[in-house]
């Protein structure tokens, strides 16, 4: 009896250590690729959502949930992560539906050009922060090249073994509590200015075709959607780079005819958003500052309304509470920014607060 006690506690601590030392050595994305935690933050929201936005850096960084609170009432959130293919995204609108129904979910169609996995480092953003679940084992084994290890992503420790030179006081500070929060219901503020005068133009392709697999999934999404009685709109963010092709979006407009679903070209709707990419953007084009995902929200949330006649919580105490503790954070990220911005020149990037 003694031996096989010993044994186990052997194997126990063991065990034990190899779970310690992987919660060491995992990124903790708190000063670079910050994105990496945005994911992970969904799971402490409230599960009461009426739209859910899925995709890439076109939603998470161009949506503001809280204009969309504080001007129609309705809860959302962004489940949006760097480079999201859509087999992720599809798996994300999946293990969404574990925790809740919304009404609506959004995607942002850029995701359709990449018919094949491209990156680890980005596939690491996206699923480090997603809990285990069959979407996300799903996920990994849809987004992996051919150089990584499927086990590497039930056990991180196999992949960042060898981290021991790169830590810092943050892998310490981290290592048994959850990142800070970076996302406002994940959206990811920049209330700096770098405009731009002209479109840059799109080099000629030999093919404008999107892939098989692409389609596969956008109608996976479709039926998911259906099959539980949620509505898909497809949106295309007014994102100057990764140039958006005509031929690209004939295609969106056909498959969103078919489907009997609303797509929003934001692109070609500048007066109703009436934004100005010499003072919206922060990066000449890519990515929308505060001011512009402000007014690209208020107009998202317009056309919600009108189409789907969203329920206004605004006069919910219990939902009033939880956008009350949101909006105070959102509007000290602003404040934080405007000031750093006011006294630099520029901003280090997005904010986080350690306390």
């Given at each position: ?68 609170w504080r001007e129609y009432g309705i809860s959302s959130y962004v ?192 007066e109703q958003t009436g934004i100005d990419y010499m003072t919206d ?53 602003k404040a934080h920014q405007e000031k750093e911005l006011a006294e ?12």
């Amino acid at each position: 009896m003694k031996k096989r006690l010993a044994a186990v506690a052997v194997c126990l601590s063991a065990v034990l250590i190899f779970f310690a030392l992987q919660a060491l050595l995992t990124p903790k994305y708190i000063t670079e690729a910050q994105e990496g935690n945005l994911l992970a933050e969904y799971y402490d929201s409230g599960k009461n959502h009426d739209v859910i936005f899925i995709g890439d850096c076109e939603v998470y960084e161009n949506i503001d949930p809280v204009v969309l609170w504080r001007e129609y009432g309705i809860s959302s959130y962004v489940r949006g992560s760097p480079q999201q293919l859509i087999w992720m995204s599809y798996y994300l609108m999946e293990e969404t539906l574990r925790y809740e129904k919304p009404d609506v979910f959004v995607f942002n169609v850029l995701a359709m050009k990449y018919g094949e996995p491209q990156s680890e480092a980005y596939n690491r953003l996206a699923h480090d922060g997603m809990r285990l679940s069959g979407s996300k084992l799903r996920s990994v084994r849809a987004s992996m090249t051919e150089e990584e290890s499927f086990l590497s992503y039930l056990f991180p420790l196999l992949r960042y073994h060898s981290r021991w030179s790169e830590l810092d006081k943050n892998d310490l500070k981290y290592w048994f509590k959850p990142a800070p929060q970076i996302s406002c219901a994940g959206y990811l503020m920049r209330v700096d200015t770098k405009g731009i005068d002209f479109i840059p133009p799109g080099q000629e392709l030999p093919d404008y075709r999107f892939s098989g697999l692409c389609y596969e999934y956008l109608d996976k999404m479709t039926a998911l959607c259906r099959e539980n009685g949620i509505e898909l709109v497809l949106i295309k963010a007014p994102s100057l780079s990764p140039y958006w092709y005509d031929q690209w979006d004939e295609q969106i407009e056909e498959y969103a005819e078919k489907n009997d679903l609303l797509y929003y070209n934001f692109l070609e709707m500048s007066e109703q958003t009436g934004i100005d990419y010499m003072t919206d953007t922060y990066d000449a084009g890519l990515h929308l500052n505060l001011a512009g995902a402000e007014k690209l929200t208020r107009l998202m949330g317009e056309l919600l309304m009108r189409e789907y006649d969203l329920t206004d919580h605004r006069g919910d105490a219990a939902y009033r509470e939880e956008w009350d503790r949101i909006a105070a954070f959102h509007d000290r990220v602003k404040a934080h920014q405007e000031k750093e911005l006011a006294e630099n020149g520029y901003l280090s990037g997005f904010t986080y607060f350690e306390d």
